[in-house]
């Protein structure tokens, strides 16, 4: 980790910004072992300007993987732990009134941060998740008429045990659909598995974990991804992928003309985050499953969503 006058000297240099990416997902495969391609995907959804949802059991790493994030992404970090009693108030803030000055002020709440984990979403009422709709859509909160403007970059992190669990509320499509990516971690493999057996706890390595990034260098960062050729043939790619999930008979309705510009961003940000200079078809290939299955429905006595899915991604045909 370079010291901040160096980092503020560098702040332009692309190499410079590269190779504190590198060193930001490296510390994070270090606490969360066994798992790059989620943690590469989780880099994506950050860099593509959108929010992650880890959806697992309990136990394998969720909150790990998200607290790693926030801690070597820089900046302001808060975490919310969702609860059945949990108030939208106590998530976007409440204007309190003051006697002397005779004028209500506004107390934020921790949705004001860089960062914002939040822990096991669906045990709160559909009322509460709601409170985050317009934080991760407009990057903004409404109270009492007033408009507060929520830090750039603003990212947040949501994990979620299965809906077959006792006291989980199902995510509104509403919702669902403003996490840009969703992925699950699974359990490790043996070797991992061993590993953590015999390693100092997470909880240890995330204490001495430090900043690689910045919010001006992961803004930086959003910017390169989002300047990254894309060429005509994976356009084309993209459109197919959409137009096949729109006329699947397995599936109730397909993707939306803003999950098409999402699955453009998340496929430049996941070049971005494998050091590519412009985006292949294998970066669409990687990000299309944890884009699409979580805004997809499929119908009664049909396949799973996650097979058709698979299916997709087989039957087009790759530029």
């Known amino acids: 980790m370079t010291d901040p006058a160096a980092r503020s000297a560098a702040a332009s240099d692309p190499n410079a910004l590269q190779q504190r990416l590198v060193a930001a997902i490296s510390a994070v495969n270090r606490?969360?072992?066994?798992?790059?391609?989620?943690?590469?995907?989780?880099?994506?959804?950050?860099?593509?300007g959108g929010h992650l949802l880890i959806e697992d059991l309990p136990g394998v790493g969720k909150t790990t993987l998200a607290q790693a994030i926030a801690v070597v992404t820089g900046g302001h970090w808060q975490r919310i732990q969702f609860t059945n009693d949990l108030l939208p108030a106590d998530i976007v803030g409440v204007s309190v009134w003051q006697r002397a000055e005779e004028s209500f002020k506004f107390r934020p709440g921790p949705?004001?941060?860089n960062i914002v984990l939040a822990d096991e979403i669906n045990r709160a009422s559909p009322r509460t998740q709601s409170a985050l709709?317009?934080?991760?859509?407009?990057?903004?909160?409404?109270?009492?008429?007033?408009?507060?403007h929520l830090p750039s970059p603003f990212f947040v992190i949501a994990t979620q045990n299965p809906l077959d669990m006792v006291g989980t509320y199902p995510l509104p499509d509403s919702q669902l659909d403003r996490f840009l990516l969703r992925i699950g971690l699974g359990y490790p493999d043996p070797d991992q598995e061993r590993a953590l057996l015999l390693e100092p706890d997470r909880s240890s390595l995330l204490?001495?974990?430090?900043?690689?990034?910045?919010?001006?260098?992961?803004v930086q960062l959003m910017e390169s991804a989002r300047a990254l050729h894309v060429s005509d043939p994976l356009l084309d790619y993209i459109q197919q992928l959409v137009a096949a999930t729109r006329s699947h008979a397995a599936l109730r309705a397909g993707l939306s003309p803003r999950a098409a510009l999402a699955?453009?961003?998340?496929?430049?940000?996941?070049?971005?985050?494998r050091a590519q200079a412009f985006?292949?078809?294998?970066?669409?290939?990687?990000?299309?499953?944890?884009?699409?299955?979580?805004?997809?429905?499929s119908r009664p006595n049909t396949?799973?969503?996650?097979?058709?899915?698979?299916e997709i991604l087989d039957q087009t045909r790759v530029p």
């Open 31 to 48: 606490v969360l072992l066994g798992k790059p391609e989620q943690v590469e995907l989780s880099f994506a959804a950050l860099l593509a």
């Open 111 to 113: 949705i004001f941060a």
């Open 133 to 148: 709709l317009e934080a991760m859509a407009e990057q903004q909160v409404s109270i009492d008429g007033h408009t507060h």
């Open 207 to 218: 204490e001495v974990l430090q900043p690689e990034l910045d919010p001006v260098a992961v």
């Open 263 to 273: 699955l453009l961003r998340s496929a430049r940000a996941h070049a971005l985050v």
């Open 279 to 297: 985006v292949l078809p294998d970066n669409v290939k990687t990000v299309f499953p944890a884009l699409a299955a979580h805004r997809l429905q």
């Open 303 to 310: 396949a799973e969503v996650e097979d058709v899915v698979a």
